[in-house]
C-alpha cells in the first residue's frame, strides 16, 4: 500500500501564495504519476496537474500559468505552488499517487486553502 500526508495549507490572502507539499511512502512503483486535485463545497472534485516520474507534466487548463506542479523523486514528494490566489481557489486540495502498471490509485486526506481577506 501508498500511505499520502500532506501540508500546507492554511489561510491565506487574495493575490498570496502558497505551497502545498505530499509525500508518499509504502510500496512505491518506480513507474508512477502523482498530482493534485480539489474540491469546492458543493462541487465535484476537480483535476488540477499531474506529473509522471520521468518529469512529464500535466495541467487543467482553469490554472495553467497559475500553478506549477514538481516532484522530488528522492524524497518520493510532489508539490504544487500557487500564485495570485483568489477567493474561487478556496478548496479543500488531495493528493494522489497511482502506479502507472497497476493502475491503482491512492489518496491523501485533503488539506484545506481558504483564500480570504
Known amino acids: 500500500q501508498v500511505q499520502l500526508v500532506e501540508s500546507g495549507g492554511t489561510l491565506v490572502q487574495p493575490g498570496g501564495s502558497l505551497r502545498l507539499s505530499c509525500v508518499a511512502s509504502?510500496?512505491?512503483?518506480?513507474?508512477?504519476?502523482m498530482g493534485w486535485y480539489r474540491q469546492a463545497p458543493g462541487k465535484e472534485r476537480e483535476f488540477l496537474a499531474r506529473t509522471h516520474s520521468s518529469g512529464a507534466t500535466n495541467y487543467a487548463d482553469s490554472v495553467k500559468g497559475r500553478f506549477t506542479i514538481s516532484r522530488d523523486n528522492a524524497k518520493n514528494t510532489v508539490y504544487l505552488q500557487m500564485i495570485r490566489l483568489q477567493p474561487e481557489d478556496t478548496a479543500v486540495y488531495y493528493c494522489?499517487?497511482?502506479?502507472?502498471?497497476?493502475?491503482?490509485?491512492?489518496w491523501g486526506q485533503g488539506t484545506q486553502v481558504t483564500v480570504s481577506s
Open positions: 509504502g510500496s512505491i512503483f518506480s513507474n508512477n504519476v
Open positions: 494522489f499517487f497511482s502506479g502507472v502498471v497497476q493502475g491503482y490509485q491512492y
